[in-house]
């Protein structure tokens, strides 16, 4: 694959998609013809949405007052010591989190769904669908249809509604009804064949609020926007700390929109380095894993064209990840542009090797990180060492790891 | 001409609707496929659409679902579905033939791939579900540089405004999906059905067949009455599902009664 030391270098990074959803060769609508109609019509209200300064209000007041924005941005001391502590002499930089666990719902998806919901009242959608893997995206989105009085149909892998029984139990709680998908291999995959197959009978009242930055144009480009009130807070707040801006930022990415969130606003700092974590379920060499950048190819699913784990027949693959919110076997197509022309470096990180971090930032900070962002805490811990001491490092802590806690107890053999 | 233009044209000639007619290849192994097609052809059918399997057949229901996943289940690859095409444009030398599917194995190995392999398998056109005319670059570009039809789909959600874009480039036939929904499912309102292809003969001249839903004689002929072809997928495909490799005999004899509605049907209007 090209990357950019070997292509021309794009004026702003910040300038995608083009008016046809592209990022470069990636995005697009690829939809049946029956949701294009639909799809026009919410790309123009999303264009009339952001010039509205009423829907920029009404957005900005639920993150303040019912979300919790701006969420803090926290120097991680004893991280940062520990982690110098087995680093070469003069080695290990500061380490920041920005602290997303600690909104609302307990992760970023929150912000997304308040953006869509927002959209969904003013185009007179009445109805409210979504997939889910983990049930994070889920709880989100039945908690703004509970907020917003609109019913709530949450589709959801069989086998992970097994997994995940505390999520479903919350959805419920919140008034959504969760329709078990039995297609396929039963997780998220599927879950969103079963969102699109219901949203193409129910064009005319429902609105689809699709979880990450994927899917077709505007999508992309909207979850990202919706999104990037991380990335926003963050340099402000890393100027107001430290007077600069981080030398790198590090998200976890499995479709990819807390990476996006946090990156996009720094894409034309060209000191910003930014570090990508894909899953590497079971390995890179095996396949039974999640990294569809490092380890698949482009090709076109759920609306967009993207890299995807696929076989040579363009048949799509089963994606693993000990972490259900990575467990997808595509991303947002922003990441396989950002791949591509070298801006974002992805790595995988391994099931192991992300238990141990989620561990250890448990045990010398007190925060008890979600498996997603375990992923991110790796490529800090391997990083560090090669970082000097007056350098920082910007982590985000994307959701909390409550959720995951019988899945952690479970795979370090510990009896509940 | 072409076989599908020709084809339309015939049985406009014949005072009926064109039959067209949908299995998924590899269903239930790619060594079973010829003989249901075979069977289409002996008992009617006047085109044929060969599905081709993918994981995640997002626009399909249940029934084609099930297909796709026997299909893939059985070992089925492109290969299979290329040689499939290859072997029925022998033994069917002017029986219209056409490929339906999404478009990721369409393209994985380029669209110039594809549409060179589909010319040489003897492919009139192809189906895309998930490529719309906005992103026609990705596949119909390719297919019209080799003579394939490129032929696309008009929802209920088609309006006006719409149309003229579904339009552009469409060749073959124009697929009228008569219901916002997945395949199998129930099916449209006749009165719908009638609006909707009158508006689209209005706007082109191509060749207008319907589909989604359609599964009795009745249906077919209803819809027969007024359009130049009717789709049946789902119930054939469900008859493939339960009959096996034994199915041909129970497609054949299911087509025969489709086909002589549909031959009957714009007689008893006269």
């Known amino acids: 694959m090209p990357k950019g030391n070997e292509m021309n270098a794009p004026n702003s990074f910040r300038a995608q998609p083009d008016e046809r959803g592209h990022f470069g060769d990636f995005g697009g609508r690829y939809v049946a013809e029956t949701l294009m109609p639909l799809i026009l019509d919410l790309e123009r209200e999303y264009r009339a949405a952001q010039v509205d300064p009423a829907f920029k209000a009404e957005f900005d007041d639920l993150m303040t007052h019912y979300v919790g924005r701006p969420s803090p941005m926290y120097y991680a001391e004893r991280m940062t010591d520990t982690l110098r502590a087995s680093a070469p002499e003069g080695k290990g930089p500061k380490v920041y989190f920005k602290r997303e666990e600690l909104n609302h719902t307990g992760a970023h998806k929150i912000n997304n769904c308040i953006g869509q919901i927002l959209l969904a009242k003013r185009m007179g959608k009445t109805r409210i669908i979504a997939e889910t893997g983990a049930g994070q995206h889920g709880v989100a989105t039945a908690t703004v249809a509970a907020r917003f009085g609109l019913p709530c149909t949450i589709f959801m892998g069989a086998r992970d509604i097994e997994r995940q029984a505390p999520n479903v139990f919350r959805m419920k709680l919140l008034g959504a009804e969760v329709r078990p998908v039995t297609s396929g291999a039963q997780t998220l995959k599927d879950a969103m064949n079963e969102a699109l197959r219901d949203w193409v009978a129910n064009v005319h009242d429902t609105f689809y609020i699709i979880g990450t930055a994927a899917g077709p144009h505007p999508y992309p480009e909207m979850v990202r926007d919706f999104q990037s009130v991380i990335g926003t807070e963050s340099k402000a707040q890393i100027l107001e700390a430290e007077g600069r ?3 790198l930022l590090i998200a976890s990415v499995g479709g990819g929109s807390n990476a996006i969130g946090l990156f996009h606003p720094f894409l034309d700092d060209p000191e910003v380095a930014m570090l990508g974590i894909e899953a590497a379920g079971h390995g890179l060499n095996t396949t039974q894993h999640a990294a569809s950048l490092t380890g698949g190819k482009p090709g076109i699913l759920h609306g967009n064209k993207t890299y995807l784990l696929q076989d040579e027949d363009g ?51 007190g925060i008890i990180p979600a498996l997603e962002c375990s992923h991110a805490l790796v490529g800090l811990i391997r990083r560090a060492p090669l970082m000097d001491r007056d350098q920082i490092v910007l982590v985000n802590i994307s959701g909390r790891g409550d959720k995951d806690i019988f899945t952690v107890a479970d795979a370090l053999g510990a009896k509940m | 001409m072409s076989r599908i233009a020709d084809s339309f044209a015939a049985c406009a000639d014949a005072g009926r609707a064109a039959l067209v007619t949908f299995v998924t290849a590899g269903d239930p192994t790619p060594g079973d496929t010829a003989a249901i097609l075979d069977a289409l052809v002996e008992g009617g059918a006047d085109v044929v659409e060969l599905g081709m399997p993918f994981t995640d057949p997002m626009a399909d229901g249940p029934a084609i679902q099930k297909a796709n996943i026997r299909s893939l289940g059985a070992g089925t690859r492109t290969a299979d579905v290329l040689a499939i095409a290859t072997a029925f444009r022998v033994r069917h030398p002017h029986v219209p033939l056409v490929l339906m599917g999404y478009a990721n194995p369409m393209t994985v190995r380029g669209p110039e791939w594809f ?16 490529v719309p005319a906005e992103e026609d670059d990705a596949l119909g570009v390719a297919l019209r540089g080799k003579g394939i039809a490129s032929i696309r789909l008009a929802t209920p959600t088609s309006d006006a405004v719409r149309l003229p874009t579904i339009l552009t480039g469409a060749d073959g036939f124009l697929y009228y999906v008569s219901v916002a929904g997945i395949t199998g499912q129930q099916q449209a309102a006749q009165s719908s059905i009638e609006d909707a292809v009158a508006r689209l003969k209005a706007a082109t001249h191509l060749p207008v067949a319907v589909g989604f839903g359609v599964r009795t004689p009745e249906q077919a002929a209803a ?4 359009a130049d072809g009717v789709v049946v997928g789902s119930a054939i495909v469900d008859l493939v599902g339960e009959h096996g490799a034994n199915a041909p005999a129970p497609v054949r004899a299911y087509i025969q009664t489709l086909s002589s509605a549909l031959a009957d ?6």
């Open chain 1, 245 to 247: 801006l981080p030398d």
């Open chain 1, 315 to 365: 048949q799509i693959a089963e994606a693993h990840s000990i972490s259900a919110g990575l467990d997808y076997p595509g991303i947002g197509p922003e990441h396989s542009w950002l791949n591509d022309t070298g801006r974002v470096v992805y790595e995988g990180v391994t099931d192991t090797e992300a238990l141990d971090a989620f561990q250890l930032c448990c045990k010398v900070e």
């Open chain 2, 115 to 130: 549409a060179e392999a589909a010319a040489q398998a003897g492919v009139d056109g192809v189906i895309c579900v998930d």
């Open chain 2, 223 to 226: 819809i027969g009455r007024v």
């Open chain 2, 265 to 270: 049907a714009r007689k008893e209007l006269a």
